[in-house]
């Protein structure tokens, strides 16, 4: 069975496929001894490495105001709407083009 990779947004329900993909591995059991004995070295170095991504993925809290109007259709997107407000933020700060039309 091939590894698969998948992402949605907060709020979002997974594709049909990809249910049905996770029942279907859900069926194998999990070997244990097919997988090799880690170092402490390699150890070491996974938790470094997760507590990175886990620091890179951390958000910090702000407070922000914003035109009702503005809110109103943001929150029409349902639970998980701040989350998707913070996507846009994002992507529109790490895309220059967009962002210069503001300046």
């Known amino acids: 069975m091939a590894i698969t990779?998948?992402?949605?947004?907060?709020g979002q329900k997974p594709p049909k496929e990809v249910?049905?993909?996770i029942k279907e591995a859900a069926k194998y059991p999990i070997n244990l001894e097919a997988a090799p004995?880690?170092?402490p070295e390699a150890l070491k170095e996974f938790a470094h490495l997760a507590a990175e991504r886990n620091r890179q993925k951390k958000r910090q809290v702000v407070t922000l105001r914003l035109v009702p109007d503005?809110?109103?259709k943001y929150k029409a997107l349902g639970k998980g709407y701040t989350g998707i407000m913070a996507d846009v933020l994002n992507?529109?700060?790490?895309?220059p083009e967009i962002l210069s039309k503001f300046q």
């Open 37 to 39: 004995e880690l170092s």
């Open 91 to 95: 992507y529109v700060a790490n895309n």
């Open 70 to 72: 503005c809110l109103a």
């Open 5 to 10: 990779k998948s992402t949605g947004k907060a």
């Open 19 to 21: 249910v049905k993909r």
